[in-house]
């Protein structure tokens, strides 16, 4: 035992000195004190029990001791509390689950003695277990806690896994049982966990040496691979941590260009060899730690823990090397099924986009490329989330436009026409600029490359470039989207669920419509094809027996719609064209709607598109819309209901001469065109005759049980007679679609006022404040009578049709009947005459 | 007066399904409303003098009574048959055309003058014009407020259309109103 006798030092208060050490044999003890030792156990028992190291441990002082002597000091120290623990288990008998345990002056815990063999195998093995779950679930939070906090982690790591060694003793103050094998499983459990936490502590200690100074200590990031390549999966996962927050913050801001040849044979200063050894000890380090990731990727154990490291170094360091590796990992994993993983990967891609800044948009046409790569590779069966990221593209807002100056300049001599071209250029083009710049002479090319290599501002035609194929990339994979929704039936494969087997086609339109300005004119008219078809797709087209489109929903059909109207308001300066084919199918579409199934936001969104904003209608058309808006809002919900009446509002003010659907005048009179007769099922708007009809819905609508559509439906109907009413209602569709279906909530509050103390009618009545738009124009007391007789009104009606229609039917058998028998009867007649 | 033969009834189905495409038919199996009967009738295609004139049934019926010199005309005049046996549209089948035609133009106010003339449809005169429309097909010229105007031949396709100038020539004019007041004695 080591007692040092403590050096005196002015200042400090030394505890006393311990009385002249005696050896054991050469105490005289007398008999007559060992016999009252003997007798009195209760009182002398607790001098067995003392524990002389504890005491000696107050004298021998640590900070005495110099540095690199306190780190073999403590090591000593743990390795004999750790011997001290297998011996004293033989001594003491322990059964945690039967007694609490006695804390004694010394810090020790002490178990109370109950002998209990058999148990405390059982007790041993959930006390493994629970220090195993302890350290799986220290891991697990480990896991979850953000990386920044992770240095700070690793430090109290050391503090928590003393305090842990401490319970651990004892905890493993078991009982020692008589089976010799348990007690080996158990010794090498202990040296099992030992190891764990020396490699934890290892670990910490090598990685803030590394951030402390990582030009000298760049060796020990060999250590650190090494000790992640351990067998125990905690450790392996702590290790791989602790890597990634080290080179998150080791790697410079630069890539890495390992010296040539030529350059290592030169005589360099040790500076720069110094640096040298630096850059290549880190890259090699960071070769095998991604290799390794790579690898361990593939095993399912590992695998969030990898991708969640892999997403981090490429968000961190995107310029650094081997960023293709990672980018392949990356969006390997971006249409995976895990959900996490997924999620990181799409969060790492769309900041990838979002800070060019970092890698000079260089790995934004990677990772494009590499996405269109891969929606090729799986024929468009991927999560919608991996082509959502595209969303977070952006681009010049003149890329077309100093395409077409560049190019103007460098033609003018030769084409003069195309100075007057208004029209946007060409993207994809075929003759590219640096064709151009080879006619250029050499040398000044040389001097311009060497100029922009050295400079670190990012040249505008690179950019430009890099955009262009980032642009043709995207609009690759969503033309090849588009292409797969149109494909027939029985050519999409074996994929089993047909019906949603377009997952791709909603991100894919929403993307369509925000990149639409940068479309090429060529494409246009393909797009347009597209389009066309894909809303077309629900119908059977007659005669040809197995050809059809594959089935999309109403959503997506209205979605077409919606980004083909978008497309085409964006190139207006080109031509303005007129959409025939999309209205007809936006009006079957109308009559298709189901409520419950389908979207209603989307339904609103085309009416506002296409008919709201729209300047100017054919007659036919309009009336056509008018009036099956106002049949759809017969059978609709409130919500749906409103927006097409406000539709309906909107359409009627604008073009004056649909006014005559106003009137009581069944033929239309003069006004009607060519056709005579109203054709409900007409699937073309330009055929369906809606001049010659009348708005009988309206005078329906102005009793439905609904305030707010009545009130509508009312004012609609009196348009006629108020003249020149310039005033347009400023709500769109989609609002009203909103209003009316958050009031749904509000309406039935509003339905119980009586029952209401103090505080719920101050919350009606601000809730009426509030949904109230000013528009609207309500001045609705509804009272709950009210809204009974509007409903049993409604219902009696629905269930008069239903009579109605079960009368006939009944009607119609009977006659049927009748005439059979009569028919019968002169059959018979004729027989016998 | 008699029906189109086989090659005739052809050549004018040709023609108007260039204008009209699917919606022909609409025309053909128009259900006609006029006469006594209560049933509807059809219209038919009758040939007098080398014109096609599209009338209902109930009317033939009675205008067989008249003598083959002295019935000058009936229905709605579709076309004529030149000597050298083509057909043509003229401009009384307008409104026929414009009720189911698929391909339209609208002009713009400022050139529906020019237009009335007997001039061409320029780019720039070209207020709406709907997708889809191919070269060589048939389009009805219609005024910002639909008001037919006359029809044509499409020049170039919508696509097209899109990158040229403003001077180029979008419709070749066919047939307008104001030949009502121009040809007047030709018609």
């Known amino acids: ?833 | 007066m008699r029906p189109l033969d086989e090659q005739e009834t052809t050549q004018v189905f040709e023609k108007l399904h260039k204008f009209v495409g699917n919606n022909l038919k609409n025309i053909v199996e128009n259900p006609s409303h006029e006469g006594p009967d209560n049933s509807p009738g059809r219209y038919c295609f009758r040939l007098q003098k080398n014109r096609v004139y599209y009338v209902s049934e109930s009317l033939v019926k009675r205008a067989t009574n008249i003598k083959r010199d002295n019935l000058v005309s009936l229905g709605t005049q579709l076309g004529k048959f030149t000597k050298g046996g083509k057909f043509h549209l003229t401009v009384q089948s307008l409104g026929l055309l414009a009720e189911n035609a698929k391909h339209k133009v609208w002009l713009k106010p400022t050139s529906e003058m020019s237009f009335l003339y007997g001039n061409n449809v320029l780019k720039g005169g070209v207020g709406r014009i709907t997708e889809s429309i191919s070269e060589h097909d048939g389009v009805v010229v219609y005024s910002m407020s639909d008001v037919p105007l006359g029809f044509g031949v499409a020049a170039k396709s919508t696509q097209d259309c899109r990158k040229m100038d403003p001077n180029g020539i979008v419709v070749l004019h066919q047939a307008d109103i104001g030949e009502y007041l121009r040809m007047e004695d030709d018609l």
């Open chain 1, 1 to 833: 035992m080591g007692k040092k006798m403590g050096k005196k030092r002015q200042k400090i208060v030394l505890p006393p000195e311990l009385p002249p050490e005696i050896p054991d044999e050469a105490v005289e003890v007398s008999d007559e004190d060992v016999q009252f030792v003997s007798e009195n156990q209760e009182y002398t028992g607790f001098m067995s029990n003392l524990d002389t190291k504890t005491i000696n441990k107050q004298v021998t002082r640590v900070a005495d001791v110099k540095e690199d002597e306190l780190e073999s000091l403590y090591e000593r120290r743990l390795k004999k509390k750790a011997l001290d623990k297998e011996t004293e288990k033989q001594g003491l008998e322990v059964d945690p689950v039967d007694a609490l345990p006695v804390k004694t002056l010394d810090g020790k815990l002490h178990y109370r003695t109950v002998p209990k063999a058999t148990q405390k195998s059982e007790n041993e093995d959930k006390d493994e277990d629970n220090t195993n779950n302890k350290d799986a679930g220290t891991d697990a939070s480990v896991v979850k806690r953000t990386k920044a906090e992770k240095r700070a982690q690793l430090k109290k790591m050391r503090k928590e896994a003393k305090k842990h060694s401490k319970e651990v003793a004892a905890v493993e103050d078991v009982e020692q049982i008589p089976h010799a094998e348990v007690l080996d499983e158990v010794r090498k459990d202990m040296t099992a966990e030992e190891a764990n936490e020396k490699k934890k502590f290892r670990l910490a200690e090598l990685g803030t040496a590394l951030l402390t100074d990582p030009e000298l200590n760049i060796k020990s990031l060999k250590e650190m691979l090494e000790i992640s390549k351990d067998g125990d999966r905690d450790i392996v996962v702590l290790a791989l941590k602790s890597l990634l927050a080290v080179f998150r913050d080791i790697i410079p801001g630069y890539r890495i260009r390992l010296p040539t040849e030529k350059e290592q044979e030169m005589k360099v200063s040790k500076a720069v060899k110094k640096m040298r050894f630096y850059e290549s000890t880190l890259l090699s380090a960071y070769k095998a730690y991604i290799q390794k990731l790579i690898a361990i990727e593939k095993q399912d154990v590992y695998k969030r823990v990898a991708v969640r490291c892999i997403c981090t170094l490429l968000e961190a360091v995107p310029h650094f090397n081997l960023r293709e590796n990672l980018l392949a990992v990356v969006i390997r994993n971006i249409s995976s099924e895990d959900d996490i993983s997924r999620k990181l990967c799409c969060a790492t891609v769309k900041s990838l986009f979002i800070n060019e800044g970092k890698h000079g948009g260089e790995a934004t046409v990677e990772a494009v490329q590499m996405i269109a790569d891969l929606a090729k590779a799986h024929d468009c069966q991927l999560h919608p989330d991996s082509i959502e990221v595209f969303m977070s593209l952006t681009f010049d807002e003149d890329l077309g436009k100093h395409e077409a100056q560049d190019a103007n300049s460098k033609f003018k001599s030769k084409n003069a026409k195309r100075k007057n071209l208004k029209e946007q250029k060409v993207l994809a083009a075929n003759e590219r600029k640096r064709t151009r710049k080879e006619m250029m002479s050499k040398t000044l090319e040389e001097v311009t490359a060497e100029l922009k290599a050295a400079s670190l501002a990012t040249d505008v035609t690179e950019r430009r470039r890099m955009q262009t194929d980032v642009l043709s990339a995207v609009f690759e994979t969503y033309f090849r989207v588009l292409k797969h929704a149109l494909k027939p039936r029985s050519e999409s494969g074996s994929s089993p669920e047909l019906a949603g087997s377009h997952p791709l086609l909603t991100p894919c339109l929403n993307g369509i419509g925000k990149f639409c300005q940068l479309i090429d004119l060529d494409f246009m008219s393909d797009l347009m094809n597209f389009l066309r078809k894909l809303a077309r797709s629900g119908i059977d087209s007659d005669g040809s027996s197995k050809d059809v489109s594959a089935c999309l929903t109403v959503s997506e059909r209205l979605q077409c719609c919606i980004v083909a109207f978008r497309v085409m308001r964006n190139n207006l300066n080109a031509l303005n064209v007129d959409l025939q084919d999309f209205f007809t199918q936006l009006y079957n579409l109308i009559i298709e709607y189901r409520p419950g199934r389908d979207n209603g936001e989307i339904l609103a969104e085309a009416l506002k598109i296409m008919l709201c904003d729209d300047r100017q209608h054919d007659m036919q058309r309009a009336a056509a819309f008018i009036k099956r808006l106002a049949t759809f809002s017969l059978y609709s919900g409130s919500a749906e209901a409103m927006a097409a009446l406000v539709t309906l509002k909107h359409l009627l003010q604008k073009n004056v001469k649909c006014r005559n659907l106003l009137e009581n005048d069944a033929g239309g009179g003069s006004v009607s065109g060519a056709i005579a007769k109203y054709q409900p099922y007409a699937t073309d708007p330009n055929l369906s005759g809606a001049l010659a009809s009348v708005l009988w819905e309206l005078n329906l609508l102005s009793k439905h049980y609904h305030p707010a559509v009545s009130t509508l439906a009312s004012n609609i109907s009196m348009l006629s007679t108020s003249d020149n009413q310039i005033h347009l209602s400023n709500k769109s569709p989609q609002q009203a679609f909103k209003e009316l279906s958050l009031e749904q909530e509000s309406f039935s509050v509003r339905v119980d006022p009586k029952n209401s103390n103090a505080k719920r009618e101050k919350w009606n009545a601000s809730l009426k404040h509030n949904s109230m738009g000013p528009d609207l124009d309500l001045t609705v007391q509804v009272d709950e009578n009210a809204v009974k007789s509007k409903l049993s009104e409604h219902y009696s009606l629905l269930h008069d049709i239903a009579e109605n229609e079960r009368l006939r039917r009944e009607l119609a058998e009977t006659t049927l009947s009748l005439n059979l028998h009569e028919q019968y009867k002169k059959q018979r007649k004729r027989r016998t005459k």
